[in-house]
């Protein structure tokens, strides 16, 4: 392999982004087929939401006129410190982006390695459906291949380079066995999941508003966001920051209804 041949100067980050690329590509291989069936396509994908931001999604689902339906981001992380940042990107990035594509009906985060209850909980709140292989799998599964993964969290001493020597000389069957174990545990429930959203066609099903956000700006630039169970609910609190009458009776029936 490639890697055979050169020195990396930091062994530890080296083998942590090899084994990165490895669980993210285990996740879009046990996906391709039942997508592909389906008439969809699955690939790493940069999307723009309605301010011009753009983010790189690891794996996005489209249907056959190229339209995103599900958002997925394979994430593994070594170190419980970079916990809030790299949940923090997610919650923002999908959230933003399913405010700009409404064809977007799921989005799902397959977490890799040590991961902490509030960074799950971030996550799950913004409506993201997790998915989790624990660090100890992960080791565990490296571990079979003569590769030692689990090494102190200060990375000292000679552990973090002969790991990313042994895996250097892997080669490419051994690679792609380990990419599809890192996902066994969580295969068949990832696929339920994405199968799922394709084959349910939302046109034939009754649109029913679950709950309603507000985002409002004030003159003196406060940012504001609330919540509400119902339209009606909405309404009735917005009606409160109207300054300019003080009777909304001749508004339509619709608007007073719950």
Request: aromatic content about 8%; some cysteine.
């Amino acid at each position: 392999m490639a890697e055979s041949s050169k020195r990396v100067s930091n062994p530890s980050s080296a083998l942590g982004e090899a084994v990165g690329k490895l669980f993210e590509s285990g996740v879009i291989d046990c996906l391709q087929n039942e997508v592909t069936a389906r008439g969809h396509t699955i690939r790493p994908s940069r999307l723009t939401n309605g301010t011009g931001n753009t983010y790189q999604i690891d794996a996005v689902v489209y249907d056959q006129d190229e339209k995103p339906i599900i958002i997925i981001e394979p994430k593994y992380i070594r170190y419980k410190k970079h916990n809030r940042d790299k949940a923090s990107w997610l919650c923002t990035a999908h959230y933003n982006l399913r405010k700009t594509h409404p064809t977007i009906r799921k989005s799902i985060a397959v977490l890799g390695g040590r991961w902490s209850a509030p960074s799950k909980a971030l996550m799950s709140s913004f409506g993201v459906q997790l998915f989790e292989v624990s660090f100890d799998n992960i080791v565990n599964i490296l571990d079979k291949y003569g590769v030692a993964f689990n090494w102190p969290e200060s990375g000292a001493g000679e552990w973090p380079r002969q790991a990313w020597n042994k895996f250097s000389l892997l080669n490419e069957f051994d690679r792609i066995k380990i990419s599809e174990e890192l996902v066994s545990g969580i295969h068949r429930e990832l696929i339920d999941a994405v199968a799922y959203v394709l084959d349910t066609d939302i046109s034939t099903l009754p649109r029913r508003i679950s709950s309603v956000e507000v985002l409002m700006k004030t003159e003196q630039d406060e940012i504001v966001l609330k919540t509400f169970g119902s339209v009606a609910a909405a309404i009735q609190d917005l009606t409160g920051y109207i300054t300019d009458r003080t009777d909304i009776g001749d508004l339509p029936d619709s608007m007073h209804k719950a």
